[in-house]
T-cell receptor, first 112, second 110 residues
Framework: NAGVMQNPRHLVRRRGQEARLRCSPMKGHSHVYWYRQLPEEGLKFMVY????????ESGMPKERFSAEFPKEGPSILRIQQVVRGDSAAYFC??????????FGPGTRLTVL | EDQVTQSPEALRLQEGESSSLNCSYT??????LFWYRQDPGKGPEFLFTLYSAGEEKEKERLKATLTKKESFLHITAPKPEDSATYLC???????????FGGGTRVLVKP
């Protein structure tokens, strides 16, 4: 029973490029969450999605960031025109209904 | 504003030396309190969920307890492999987002 999968595990982008982070939830899980962990800071909620719906995006920066969870395929967190301050570990979690959230291994984004 | 505070920030223990980690929270309408373990370079690993004051859960050398204002993670006779950062997080009755504390870094020396 595979856990939450994220790819890529490491991503390097230059300032101004786009970053796409992918998350495949655990089998049977229909809820996906994205969290960000900045260097020397705690985990912060970004967005909560169900299939084809954004339920809560209160933690998403207003510009350049977007997320989707299509009917087919993984959830995508997209960051346009990346800046150095976007360098962080991005974690995806999934849950069945509204129970315990299980985390993936994360994507470490480095912006040069 | 919802807040979760963990103490101490770091804890150095000798193997076998039991201790407790504290997680205090001010989360309005708290539905549950989660504990996770995070190893360097990895994602948080789920340990426990506690839903009501007085509840306790155990797993190997770890026991989590919950009161109306705080939660404790007790580590009994720790081993070096228990070295990790332990995170607690609150979840509200409305909505599913977790509010995390800053974590406690535990180092167990042989």
């Amino acid at each position: 029973n595979a856990g939450v999968m994220q790819n890529p595990r490491h991503l390097v982008r230059r300032r101004g490029q786009e970053a796409r982070l992918r998350c495949s939830p655990m089998k049977g899980h229909s809820h996906v969450y994205w969290y960000r962990q900045l260097p020397e800071e705690g985990l912060k909620f970004m967005v909560y999605l169900q299939k084809e719906n954004i339920i809560d995006e209160s933690g998403m920066p207003k510009e350049r960031f977007s997320a989707e969870f299509p009917k087919e395929g993984p959830s995508i967190l997209r960051i346009q025109q990346v800046v150095r301050g976007d360098s962080a570990a991005y974690f995806c979690a999934s849950s069945p209904i509204d129970n315990e959230q299980f985390f993936g291994p994360g994507t470490r984004l480095t912006v040069l | 504003e919802d807040q979760v505070t963990q103490s101490p920030e770091a804890l150095r223990l000798q193997e076998g030396e039991s201790s407790s980690l504290n997680c205090s929270y001010t989360v309005s309408g708290l539905r549950g309190l989660f504990w996770y373990r995070q190893d360097p370079g990895k994602g948080p690993e789920f340990l426990f969920t506690l839903y009501s004051a007085g509840e306790e859960k155990e797993k190997e050398r770890l026991k989590a307890t919950l009161t109306k204002k705080e939660s404790f993670l007790h580590i009994t006779a720790p081993k070096p492999e228990d070295s990790a950062t332990y995170l607690c997080a609150g979840i509200k009755a409305a909505g599913n987002k977790l509010t995390f504390g800053g974590g406690t870094r535990v180092l167990v020396k042989p």
